[in-house]
């Protein structure tokens, strides 16, 4: 490729650095590549939109932009909130825990264990009694 067809690409910056420094050392020669680099800047120039006053970007984002609902400002105390009540739910629904009273639970088994043995002797006698 010859160095005044590499215009664009120096001016888009897309030479490696080899190309790059050969092609400055044409420039300094060459007035039609250098005539035609100024007019790809003032092009480049052209295309480049103005800046809008900073007045106007305020007032179009204060027109676009979301304000956040007045909720959102307590959101941890929300779910702060939320999280006890639901606590405070379920805790109405446990059942309640009274102490553990070993001798009541040694009568049940006492009672409950004579009545077996004397439901069984009475099965035993009866079938004696039977053959």
Excluded at 48 to 67: G, H, N, S, Y
């Amino acid at each position: 490729m010859k160095p005044c067809e590499q215009v664009l690409l120096y001016a888009q910056g897309e030479l490696n650095p080899a190309e790059k420094t050969a092609f400055e050392g044409h420039l300094k020669t060459c007035a039609a590549c250098q005539a035609e680099l100024k007019f790809l800047a003032k092009l480049d120039e052209g295309l480049t939109p103005p800046a809008a006053p900073q007045r106007v970007i305020d007032k179009l984002l204060a027109r676009t932009t979301r304000k956040k609902p007045f909720w959102a400002r307590f959101k941890w105390e929300l779910a702060g909130l939320t999280a006890a009540a639901c606590a405070a739910f379920v805790w109405t629904f446990l059942p309640s825990q009274e102490p553990f009273n070993a001798h009541e639970l040694v009568a049940y088994m006492n009672a409950s264990s004579d009545d077996e043995y004397s439901s069984f002797a009475q099965e035993l006698n009866d079938m004696e009694d039977y053959f």
